[in-house]
């Protein structure tokens, strides 16, 4: 049977100066610009990527949001073979392979399946995400400038792999040492880091007003130290790192080979009434049941938000 594959993140989006949470403009950002109809990429050039089917639908009583997300493309084919004979047979096919997804909105957390090899992945919905939610803030700021409103704020997007333990550990089984381990701090949706060094490295970004933050390690010689602060900052911090391999070569290693996957068997095109079942499925993996007690408060805050948008 066809497998699937299913990536696992967090949908990390903070606004303003404020780095207010998601929720906090759930209904007049996020939900309205991923309904925008908005396409990313160049006029009469592809490929272009673009939302649809977006949805709010409740699984075991909470709110998701859920839609496909797609890629229009064309293939080329330039020669056929003729028995043992290659022979030119050119010809463009469109074709517009998709992935859906879906965001949890009491944890903000996310995973997105493909349909199929060259469906778009997390990595494309991240650039998409940041495109959408700039093109819509920055054209409802032109009305709201013009009738002496205040500003829409800006969107500080991050979706990051969630890796397991297992997944971090087969990253790490590549190096024979590690060179540097280097940590890239940026605004937390309401999540809360495990170690209180990142809490006072995240305090000190504060006190200096900076949105980003690295934190670069030098030769650390403990791979189960170094495993053990990547499975603590899965999902919060973006790691990348550079090491020696076993035959000697020095590699760089970057935050999306950091990634959290699943094989899925799955025998058809993925459509809107798999949701639950693929809910279900995604469950199993228990980062996706991560949160905080501070996204359960603004969750809880937003509901009659979110239940209005859904019934629209």
């Known amino acids: 049977m066809e497998e699937k594959i299913m990536q696992f993140a967090n949908f990390n989006v903070t606004f303003g100066e404020e780095e207010l949470p998601m929720l906090s403009h759930f209904d007049d950002i996020i939900y309205p610009a991923f309904t925008s109809g908005y396409t990313n990429g160049k006029e009469n050039e592809l490929p272009r990527y673009y939302f649809n089917d977006i949805e709010i639908k409740t699984y075991e009583d909470k709110f998701v949001l859920v839609g496909n997300f797609v890629k229009d493309d064309e293939l080329e084919r330039r020669t056929l073979s003729e028995g043992q004979d290659l022979v030119p047979s050119p010809i463009t096919i469109p074709t517009s392979p998709y992935s859906r997804f879906t965001i949890f909105l009491e944890n903000h957390r996310m995973f997105l ?66 060179k540097w381990l280097n940590l890239r701090f940026f605004p937390l949706n309401n999540d809360l880091d495990l170690s209180p060094v990142f809490r006072d490295i995240r305090s000190g970004m504060q006190s200096l007003d900076s949105k980003n933050s690295n934190w670069k390690i030098n030769s650390p010689n403990s791979k189960e130290g170094a495993l053990n602060i990547l499975e603590d900052i899965s999902g919060l911090i973006e790691p990348s790192m550079e090491i020696v391999d076993k035959e000697g070569s020095k590699k760089k290693v970057s935050q999306k080979e950091f990634k959290s996957s699943k094989k899925i068997p799955f025998g058809r095109d ?23 007690n501070e996204n359960k408060k603004i969750y809880e805050s937003s509901i009659h938000k979110i239940h209005k948008l859904k019934e629209i």
Request: hydrophobic letters at 35%; a negative charge.
């Open 270 to 292: 993925i459509i809107e009434t798999d949701d639950e079942n693929l809910i279900s499925i995604s469950k199993e993996n228990k980062k996706m049941n991560e949160i905080s």
């Open 113 to 178: 399946i493909k349909n199929e090899p060259n469906s778009p992945d997390i990595r494309s919905f991240q650039v998409m995400a940041r495109k959408i939610l700039d093109y819509y803030i920055r054209e409802i700021n032109k009305t709201r400038i013009e009738d002496g409103e205040t500003k829409l704020p800006i969107a500080i997007v991050n979706i990051i792999d969630t890796p397991s333990r297992e997944e971090i550990s087969e990253v790490l089984e590549q190096a024979e040492k590690i």
